[in-house]
Every structure is written in structure tokens, then in C-alpha cells.
């Protein structure tokens, strides 16, 4: 099945090896950077984790994920990935797991280097912090961004976003002067358009059209090449567009030097296959075989989940720097 999609899942991406991705302030104590202990941390506007608490998540996440490639076994890093890029990620360690149930033989270990991280100031839950880093998987001039995020002081930090983009598409984040970024908030109206609504903007936008984003590869092109397949010979083909929004798929966004900011956001697909009388389906990828439930004799529905980082200016059209997309099921009718 084609997918038109700039940015594969990280479990699939090839260099010459293959890649395979996804605080402590408690709420009543939080220790800042120079160790001074602040009271009601959870009211007081801190950062939302040290950098060494940032780099120990970092390996922590790394560790938890190689275990999993190497078993194709999502019960491995399931305390370390949340939101979208769990659903992305257990999509492939279940269908590996289906094809290959003695484990990944061909498990290259995920190498996180150079990392570089951008920790965000704010009260309360949850708290969250981007970490860039080079990979030793993909494009060797590729930055992985991976938002960790934690709920509560009972948590552990998680990735819940994965963001890959060359180096010059990388904005300049605006920090205070201890180097602390601002955050931005749900509601933010200084931007084109608000955080909370970025996801139903852009369903919206895959639906009907319109100028809210700049266009490109997972916007107008996206739209284009959908309407192409809607209809083919002896096949139709529906599209159901989703936001997710709630708890860990929450967009979050960090401020830009500009008044801008670059928001993470998550969506759920659907794009359903129906053949005409007479017309056979026949499945032939492997991961969809996984994943399938029910026999595709006359239809088969594939549902994904997919998250997005993106340039919301202060004015103008929201920009698309990436868009990971992975196979989270499969039902045949």
C-alpha cells in the first residue's frame, strides 16, 4: 500500500543501517539548576527538568528502545514512549513481533549523540522538554527532536513526539537569560493559530482545502494525491481525519526568536479501500498482514497515527517541517 508521507517511521528509516525509534520537580519540592529548593513547585514558574535529568531520560529512553527493537517487543520501552509516537512505534513492534517472533535479527543498536537540550520554564503539570540530538540511523545530516513529557511526579519521562529535520530547519528558540526556554501556551493567541486547534485545523484542512497551511509535501501535495486515488479502476478509497488532543497528545509548543513558535501536534487516520464486484483485494504487505483483523474480501481499512511539527507564526500560514506516520491496525470486511 503507498503512503504519502515525507517522514517514515523511525523503525523503518535506512542509512546504511537501519533505525529504530520513542523530572523531577515533585509537586510540593522542586530543585532548581543552582540547587536552590523551591516550595509549591508546582505553582511556581520552573524549569521543567535539569539538564542532567534531561540526559539521564534521554539514555534511559534509548536504552528501553533497543530493547524493544531487538525482542519486537513493545512491553520493553512502554513506560518511555507515550502519546503518538506509542501508537506509531507499537504499531511496528507488533507487526514485527507477528513476522519475526523470535526477535528483530536484523537489530542494529539506536546511538543518540550530540544531544542538545531546550528545557522550557512553567508551573505545573505536565512538564515537558525537547532534546536534539544526531543519530547514527537515517540521513547523517538529519537532527532527531524528541519531546519527553511527564504527567506527574509519579511518572517517569517519556517520549510522546519525534521530530526529524535537516539542521537549517531547526528555528532559534527564545530563552530568558539562564537559557530557559518559554513555552507556549493551548489557547496562545499571539499565533496564526492556536496550539489546541492546530490538529481540527488540519483535518479540516485535508477535507475541504483552504489557505490555513503553507503548501507543500503534507499539505497541498497530500491533498492532491488523495484526491488521484480516491478513485481507481475497480477500487474507491474514503479518508476519516482525526485530531488527538487529550493528555499525552496534547500539542506543545516552544516560542521562537521570530514571535512564532514550533508546535507538535498529533492526528488519527483512516483511508478505507472498497473493491467493485468482482474486484479481489489482495493485501500484500507484510505489516498490514500483521496487523489485519477480519478477511479483506471486499474492504480493507487502515487506520494510522501520526504527529507533526510545525512553524505557527505570529501572522501568515502554519509550516510543515515533518510529518511521522505509522500503521497502527487493519480490518478487512
Known sequence: ???????RSPRTLRSPVRFVPATMAVAALSVTASGCVVVHGEREVVPTATRAEAARALKDFTAAYNEADKAYDRSLDADRVTGALADIDGGK?????????????????????????????????????????????????????????RSDASKVWAVSYLTILAAGDIPTFKTDKDG???????DDATLAVKPRRLGREYVTYLKSGGDTFAPGTHTSQWRA?????????????????????NGDYAPVGLRTSDGGALVFFATHHYRKQTAAQGV????????????LTGEAKQSLTLE????????????????????????????GE
Open 1 to 7: 500500500m503507498s503512503r504519502d508521507r515525507g517522514d
Open 304 to 331: 494510522f497515527v501520526a504527529d507533526q511539527a510545525v512553524l505557527d507564526p505570529p501572522k501568515g500560514q502554519v509550516k510543515f517541517l515533518s510529518r511521522l506516520e505509522g500503521l497502527t491496525g487493519a480490518k
Open 180 to 186: 530557559w526556554a518559554e513555552p507556549v501556551t493551548a
Open 93 to 149: 513492534l507488533e507487526a514485527g513481533h507477528k513476522n519475526n517472533p523470535g526477535g528483530n535479527a536484523g537489530h542494529v543498536p539506536l546511538k543518540l549523540t550530540d544531544a542538545k537540550f531546550t528545557i522550557p520554564a512553567k508551573a505545573g503539570w505536565p512538564r515537558w522538554f525537547v532534546a536534539d540530538t544526531r543519530a547514527n540511523k537515517g540521513n547523517a545530516n538529519s537532527h532527531w527532536l524528541l519531546v519527553f513529557t
Open 225 to 245: 494525491t488523495r484526491e488521484k486515488n480516491a478513485r481507481k479502476p475497480g477500487l474507491a478509497q474514503q479518508y476519516i481525519d482525526e485530531p488527538l488532543t
Open 280 to 291: 479481489n483485494m489482495n493485501v500484500t504487505d507484510a505489516s498490514i498482514k500483521a496487523l
